[in-house]
C-alpha cells in the first residue's frame, strides 16, 4: 500500500497550490480519504475529507471557503486545492484513507475512533513572503 503525495511548496500569501495524492495497494474506491496537516510544534489536525464517491465532503473551520477536496477514482488520486493561502496554513501535508467507514463522516475524530487505515509521507507546503 502506498500513499504519494505530491505538489507541496513554498508559495506567497495570497496564492494558490494543488496538491495530489497517489494511491496504490488498496482498492482506492471503496475508501474514503483526506488530507491532514501538522504545522511545526503543534499537533496534527483534520484538513478535509471525500466521501468513496466523491459525493460528500467535509472541511475544518480555518480552511472552509478556501479548500477544496476532490478525487478520481479512475486514477486513484486525491487532490486538495488551496487558494487564498495564509501564512498560518505552512506544515506538512498528509494524505490519509480510511475504509472502514466509506463516506468520510469520522475522518475529524480519527484519533477517537482510530479509523485511519493508511497514511502518506507529507509534503510541506511553506506560505511566505
Not at 9 to 28: E, K, N, Y
Not at 89 to 115: H, K, L, Q
Request: hydrophobic share 35%; net charge neutral; aromatic share 16%.
Amino acid at each position: 500500500v502506498q500513499l504519494v503525495e505530491s505538489g507541496g511548496g513554498l508559495v506567497q500569501p495570497g496564492g494558490s497550490l494543488r496538491l495530489s495524492c497517489a494511491a496504490s495497494g488498496f482498492t482506492f474506491s471503496s475508501y474514503a480519504m483526506g488530507w491532514f496537516r501538522q504545522a511545526p510544534g503543534k499537533e496534527r489536525e483534520f484538513v478535509a475529507a471525500i466521501s468513496w464517491s466523491g459525493v460528500k465532503t467535509y472541511y475544518a473551520d480555518s480552511v472552509k471557503g478556501r479548500f477544496t477536496i476532490s478525487r478520481d477514482n479512475a486514477k486513484n488520486t486525491v487532490y486538495l486545492q488551496m487558494n487564498s493561502l495564509k501564512p498560518e496554513d505552512t506544515a506538512v501535508y498528509y494524505c490519509a484513507a480510511d475504509g472502514r467507514f466509506p463516506e468520510g463522516e469520522y475522518f475529524s475524530d480519527y484519533d477517537v475512533y482510530n479509523t485511519i487505515d493508511y497514511w502518506g509521507k507529507g509534503t510541506l507546503v511553506t506560505v511566505s513572503s
